[in-house]
């Protein structure tokens, strides 16, 4: 299902023509998903589709996504047959998604109103496929925290074997470039670490922009 948005921001220098799909799995994230998705509708940067999969949470998760995307054109929610964990989810949303750029954000994270335009600019003036970058933590109540993540400025898959530099949250790619990655399902845990590793198998390195452009909950 491809998004109608055709919207332009208003702020110069920025080339809005490309459409984001934003991947957000969602499993009973009542208490946070509302402020999740409102720091998408807050985005400078307005050509997006937020596509959110919906791993039979037992909350009002679902309702609470419904009741956004009756009010936006460009948020989509969809539930799966059974719970099957977030890498299914993603995938899910992957299969789905008809952006040029492809990001992530899960349910209880959020981003900063100017995450899409400084990340989408910084990747079209590097020819960047692959990018992340700095976030901060919150408190559960939603404090931001002292806490916060440098990133180096570029990574590649040598260096991301010995440590995890890539926040999911911050995470966008060019799928035009390289295609659609799909999670391995297979993977108990850190099947975000290996989906990076798996691109720099096909890219000479990810880019980093250091600025913290995220929120982790």
């Not at 100017?114 to 700095?134: C, H, P, W, Y």
Request: proline share 1%; with cysteine; aromatic share 12%.
């Amino acid at each position: 299902m491809q998004s109608n948005n055709t919207s332009k921001a208003s702020y110069e220098g920025v080339d809005t023509t490309s459409l984001v799909s934003i991947i957000m799995p969602m499993y009973k994230s009542e208490a946070f998903v509302s402020s999740s998705i409102k720091s998408v509708l807050e985005q400078t940067y307005t050509n997006w589709e937020l596509i959110i999969v919906d791993d039979c949470s037992s909350d009002e998760s679902l309702g609470t996504v419904q009741k956004f995307a009756a009010e936006d054109s460009r948020i989509y929610s969809y539930k799966l047959m059974q719970n099957s964990g977030a890498a299914t989810a993603r995938n899910y949303a992957i299969e789905k998604a008809q952006g040029e750029y492809i990001a992530f954000l899960d349910s209880d994270d959020e981003w900063f109103p100017d995450k899409l335009e400084r990340q989408i600019a910084f990747m079209k003036e590097n020819k960047s496929v692959l990018s992340f970058t700095g976030y901060q933590f919150m408190s559960e109540e939603g404090e931001l925290l002292d806490t916060t993540v440098s990133v180096p400025a570029k990574v590649t898959y040598g260096q991301l074997l010995k440590q995890n530099v890539i926040g999911c949250l911050t995470a966008m790619y060019h799928s035009g470039d390289i295609g659609k990655f799909y999670f391995d399902t297979t993977l108990a845990k850190h099947e975000d670490y290996q989906y990076w590793l798996e691109m720099l198998k096909k890219v000479s390195h990810a880019d980093g922009l250091n600025q913290k452009l995220a929120r982790y909950r």
